[in-house]
């Protein structure tokens, strides 16, 4: 059984930071490109940030200049730093293989990590 292990996520105001880390197995970790993801009750889960096995980046619109995805190929764990926080980030984050989940491949996520933004 894969085991992706999100945590990091609390509560916090606007204007605020959270780093939320992904422990990931070697299985899905090594030598991929990694995501994050989040979802909101009765949203589609959606893309925030992936980067490569080399480091490349790539990030959505809407987090673009606010959050930073970084990756720890010793202890195959990835990370998100997220400045700024707006409310419209609240969200269940979750990490994965990308170019797995863009293939419709993934059937296992994590439990997630709750973000939620909030004055």
């Known amino acids: 059984q894969v085991q992706l292990v999100e945590s990091g996520g609390g509560l916090v105001q606007p204007g605020g930071s959270l780093r939320l880390s992904c422990a990931a197995p070697v299985s899905i970790f090594s030598g991929k490109n990694m995501g994050w993801y989040r979802q909101t009750p009765g949203k589609q889960r959606e893309l925030v940030a992936t980067i490569s096995s080399r480091g490349t980046t790539n990030y959505a619109s809407f987090v673009k200049g606010r959050f930073t995805i970084s990756r720890d190929n010793a202890n195959n764990t990835v990370y998100l730093q997220m400045n700024s926080l707006k409310p419209d980030d609240t969200a269940v984050y979750y990490c994965?293989?990308?170019?797995?989940?863009?293939?419709?491949?993934?059937?296992?996520w994590g439990q997630g990590t709750q973000v939620t933004v909030s004055s």
């Open positions: 994965n293989d990308a170019v797995a989940v863009m293939g419709g491949l993934v059937s296992s």
